[in-house]
């Protein structure tokens, strides 16, 4: 679809590279405090996370989610797929499941926008395969 609205303010730069690494370390980060940390740096105050199996909104509620998703998968480790795809302030990534240098149990691609300040305001996750 083709607009004929220009917008005239600038995008700001994001790294995908850096914001999917930042996510990443966030799901494994296993200690809790630094797991909080982790948080604040890849997400906003206000984030969010939706996938078909939790939800959770502000920092709180995704430590909350991501501690019970570390307490059912001990061992496994989230790692990057490929090549993380953004434009203006979409990000669009893919992502393993697996033991620490292990054969994947699952796979999943997320859908993210990005805050002003680079970190992620919103990410919906899906579930591309488990079982692999």
Same mark, same amino acid.
């Given at each position: 679809? @083709? ?6 303010? %600038? ?12 996510? =990443? ?6 200690? *809790? ?16 996370? /939706? ?10 509620? /995704? ?9 059912? &998968? *001990? ?8 090549? *993380?795809? =953004?434009?203006?302030?979409? &990000?669009? !990534?893919?992502? %393993? &499941?697996? *033991? ?10 997320? !859908? ?11 990410? %919906?996750? !899906? &579930?591309?395969?488990?079982? @692999?």
């Amino acid at each position: 679809m @083709v607009s004929s609205h220009t917008k005239k303010e %600038t995008m700001p730069m994001f790294d995908a590279d850096a914001i999917t690494t930042r996510y =990443l370390a966030a799901w494994n980060a296993r200690e *809790p405090a630094r797991r909080r940390e982790a948080i604040a740096k890849a997400w906003v105050e206000s984030g969010s996370y /939706l996938d078909p199996l939790m939800e959770a909104e502000g920092h709180g509620g /995704l430590d909350a989610i991501i501690a019970a998703a570390q307490a059912q &998968l *001990p061992g496994l480790v989230f790692s990057l797929a490929g090549t *993380p795809d =953004l434009h203006h302030d979409r &990000l669009r !990534f893919s992502w %393993t &499941l697996a *033991p620490a240098g292990g054969v994947p149990v699952a796979r999943g691609t997320d !859908f993210a926008v990005v805050a002003e300040d680079g970190r992620l305001a919103a990410v %919906t996750g !899906f &579930l591309d395969r488990e079982g @692999v």
